[in-house]
Every structure is written in structure tokens, then in C-alpha cells.
């Protein structure tokens, strides 16, 4: 899972880079959010005496990220319809022009962040620890089941009428 995300991160790099479409700064976000979410299932992920480092450098990253993307939905999804709506009593071109502004600059700090010393040695600590041996005193924190968000797994009546059309159709029932 971690290697996927590490994966899912780094694809999105080029197009947050490149700022062509607004999805890149969205998927690396997801990515970081999966990460900061496996280092606190799977404390080994990194060395104990980084991890608090870690996911803090993950979580500035994230909000640097966080500042680009807020600024993509209130100019792509949310001042759209407010221009329509009010576009005979309101010139909305100096905001607008403010908000491309304050998105730039926040898109600079995405830049240098992803392109700095600090992030590559970011993924290298994250790629040490998953290539580390595993302490055999450190576990992940509860049963998967307790991970999972409450309410995914299908209830037991479910259950009995899957195994009662399974009956029925032939091909048996679940054990």
C-alpha cells in the first residue's frame, strides 16, 4: 500500500509541476493523505525516531498543496455560478484577477516544495523505512477491521440472501 501511494504521489508531481490541469494538485493531496493515514495504521513505516518529523513534513506539504487546490474549486466550481448569477450587477474581473494572483503565488510555493532537497529526502526516509527490517515489537495499530471506516462491511442479512440466491440459482452457498 505504501509503495502505491509513493507511486500515486510521484505520478502526480510532473503535472503539479507543469500546473496544466488542476486534477495533479488533487491526486498528490489524496496521496499525501493516504500516506500520513498508513504511518498511523502502520507505525513502522518509518523509524520511530522520525516519524513525528515526518508527518509533519507530509502535513506541510499537504497544506501547501491544500492552499493551490482551494483556490482551483473557488475559481473553477464556486465563483463561476456567482458570476452568472450576478453578472448584470457585479464586475467580478478584480477578483478574479486577485484570485489568479493568490493562486500563482501559491502555486510557486507547490513548486518549490516539490523541488526542493527537503522533499527528496522526504521520500528517501519514507522508501528507508519501507525497505527496513520490521521490529518484531512493532505491530500495526489494531485489526484491520478496526481500521476500516464503520458501516463497509454488509450486514448479516446480507449475508443470507446471497447464500439463499446462490441456493437457489445452484451454484451453493457461502461457508
Not at 148 to 167: D, S, V
Amino acid at each position: 500500500m505504501a509503495y502505491e501511494t509513493l507511486r500515486h504521489l510521484q505520478a502526480n508531481v510532473p503535472g503539479v509541476l507543469d500546473d496544466h490541469d488542476i486534477e495533479f494538485v488533487h491526486q498528490a493531496r489524496v496521496a499525501l493523505r493516504r500516506l500520513r493515514s498508513l504511518q498511523k495504521i502502520f507505525p513502522s513505516l518509518v523509524p520511530h525516531h522520525d516519524r513525528e518529523n515526518v508527518l509533519s513534513r507530509i502535513k506541510e506539504l499537504a497544506a501547501t498543496l491544500g492552499q493551490v487546490r482551494d483556490l482551483d474549486v473557488f475559481l473553477t466550481e464556486t465563483l463561476p455560478p456567482l458570476e452568472e448569477a450576478l453578472a448584470m450587477s457585479t464586475d467580478f474581473t478584480p477578483l478574479k484577477a486577485a484570485l489568479a494572483r493568490a493562486r500563482q503565488h501559491s502555486q510557486n510555493k507547490v513548486v518549490t516544495a516539490l523541488t526542493s532537497p527537503d522533499y527528496g529526502r522526504l521520500l528517501i526516509q519514507l522508501l528507508a523505512g519501507l525497505h527496513a527490517p520490521q521490529s518484531a515489537t512493532e505491530k500495526p495499530n489494531g485489526k484491520l477491521r478496526d481500521v476500516a471506516r464503520p458501516g463497509t462491511e454488509p450486514a448479516p442479512e446480507t449475508y443470507q440472501k446471497f447464500n439463499k440466491t446462490l441456493a437457489i440459482t445452484g451454484s451453493g452457498g457461502a461457508t
